[in-house]
């Protein structure tokens, strides 16, 4: 199955390349996007730009592919469900929900000079990145692209009530499947609590255990994808 990989803020595809090793192992052809803003140097970027390069690993995918989202792209992984719901086969959210209609995508750190830069390790004291040791966080952080203001504070539209009939799975890393429904019984997450179909998955892992448990975010990934 094609499975199409979306990083969260600051970062672009070859965040994946772990991931991607071990899903092509398994007989899945992985497909890690680098998208608009964060990795081709288009500095001017808008989230409807992102929007569209997700859509099109979506239309060219010789199948109905997965489409993976990690942290604030969980939001582009849930846009991909409203645009193209019939071609999905599932939507996997790692460490993430998707975003309600009418809010912004990503509105949550400072912006300077029209980017939203990484903000430092402060905001992800604890759970977040207690897997990170110091080499992984300086290493992260160096490597962290700044986002586009257009993609940051754009607005989430969602209009196509079909994709609640597109297949989740959510992957908890850094918060465990107990909570993750939690948040969704109590009506915190409305998209999910909309989805007809709503699986979860546990790895044991900060906020990004692309980077520090790759082999291990594959095989559950990998799961997923083989329980279509």
Not at 28 to 48: E, K, N
Request: charged share 20%.
């Amino acid at each position: 199955m094609d499975i199409v990989l979306i990083g969260g803020l600051w970062l672009n595809g070859s965040v994946w390349e772990g991931v991607a090793s071990t899903l092509e192992s398994l007989g899945h052809r992985p497909v890690p996007l680098t998208l608009p803003g964060q990795g081709d140097g288009a500095a001017t970027a808008t989230l409807d730009d992102q929007v569209a390069a997700v859509l099109a690993a979506v239309d060219a995918a010789p199948g109905r592919p997965m489409v993976v989202g990690h942290s604030a792209a969980c939001a582009l992984a849930w846009l991909a469900a409203d645009r193209r719901p019939g071609r999905l086969a599932k939507v996997a959210l790692i460490g993430g929900i998707p975003t309600p209609d009418g809010r912004p995508y990503a509105d949550f750190f400072e912006v300077r000079d029209g980017v939203m830069p990484f903000p430092g390790w402060e905001p992800f004291q604890g759970p977040d990145a207690a897997d990170l040791d110091e080499a992984a966080r300086h290493e992260l952080a160096a490597a962290a692209i700044p986002v586009p203001e257009a993609v940051a504070r754009g607005v989430v539209r969602l209009s196509d009530e079909r994709r609640y009939d597109v297949p989740v799975v959510v992957v908890c890393p850094e918060f465990t499947p107990a909570q993750a429904r939690e948040w969704i019984d109590a009506g915190d997450v409305p998209e999910l609590a909309r989805a007809k179909h709503v699986d979860f998955a546990d790895i044991d892992s900060g906020h990004w255990p692309m980077i520090t448990k790759p082999a291990e975010l594959a095989r559950v990934l990998a799961a997923a994808a083989e329980g279509n």
